[in-house]
């Protein structure tokens, strides 16, 4: 099992040893060639406009958009959900609100429930999703907005389960890996 983290910007890093911790391999992905032979991909939080200038500078854009439609497992986070959405590399048919929780004075925990089992969740300048394609499942919401959904390969979360020590959802990426095994991914050059 080999999980890519974008480590352009975030908290790469922490996703990276939480994955190390659940039995993976771990590259952080960079450039283009970092996607090759990946079973999988988290998008970690960070600063969505940030992580859109790293992407633009190092050509990742359409390589991760061939990657995500591979249906190799995607995981987004915070920022990550905002990357995945309409507006930004188009795969998850959803539309995000950039900070929609308020500012960072503003953040909070809450325990969710996610397929039955409950999640901790830190949310920092959290977006949350204005609209839903009708392929996009709701897993969780907070006050009626979406927090948590997938459609497909692509799980997304408008929170930082990697800074609450929370492991169930990287879980569920790795089983989704796992069972989507490796096969031939489109080359992201």
Same mark, same amino acid.
């Given at each position: 099992?080999? =999980?890519?983290?974008?480590?352009?910007?975030?908290?790469?890093?922490?996703?990276?040893?939480?994955?190390?911790?659940?039995? =993976?391999?771990?590259?952080?992905?960079?450039?283009?060639?970092?996607? $090759?032979?990946?079973?999988?991909?988290?998008?970690?939080?960070?600063?969505?406009?940030?992580?859109?200038?790293?992407?633009?500078? $190092?050509?990742?854009?359409?390589?991760?958009?061939?990657?995500?439609?591979?249906? =190799?497992?995607?995981?987004?986070?915070?920022?990550?959900?905002?990357?995945?959405?309409?507006?930004?590399?188009?795969?998850?048919?959803?539309?995000?609100?950039?900070?929609?929780?308020?500012?960072?004075?503003?953040?909070?925990?809450?325990?969710?429930?996610?397929?039955?089992?409950?999640?901790?969740?830190?949310?920092?300048?959290?977006?949350?999703?204005?609209?839903?394609?009708?392929?996009?499942?709701?897993?969780?919401?907070?006050?009626?907005?979406?927090?948590?959904?997938?459609?497909?390969?692509?799980?997304?979360?408008?929170?930082?389960? $990697?800074?609450?020590? $929370?492991?169930?959802?990287?879980?569920?990426?790795?089983?989704?890996?796992?069972?989507?095994?490796?096969?031939?991914?489109?080359?992201?050059?």
């Amino acid at each position: 099992m080999l =999980a890519g983290v974008l480590a352009l910007q975030g908290d790469f890093e922490a996703h990276g040893k939480m994955l190390r911790d659940l039995d =993976a391999d771990v590259r952080e992905v960079r450039v283009p060639a970092d996607l $090759e032979g990946l079973d999988g991909l988290i998008i970690p939080g960070g600063e969505s406009t940030t992580m859109t200038l790293g992407i633009e500078r $190092e050509g990742l854009a359409e390589p991760l958009r061939a990657f995500a439609r591979s249906g =190799a497992p995607v995981f987004g986070t915070c920022a990550g959900m905002i990357m995945l959405d309409r507006n930004h590399l188009g795969v998850l048919d959803v539309e995000c609100r950039r900070n929609a929780f308020g500012r960072q004075i503003r953040s909070f925990e809450a325990n969710l429930q996610i397929e039955g089992k409950p999640v901790r969740a830190v949310f920092i300048r959290a977006p949350w999703v204005d609209v839903c394609g009708e392929d996009v499942e709701v897993l969780a919401a907070v006050d009626g907005h979406p927090v948590a959904v997938r459609q497909g390969n692509l799980l997304a979360v408008s929170f930082h389960p $990697e800074l609450a020590g $929370e492991t169930r959802l990287h879980e569920l990426f790795l089983t989704s890996a796992r069972s989507a095994g490796t096969r031939s991914r489109p080359s992201p050059s």
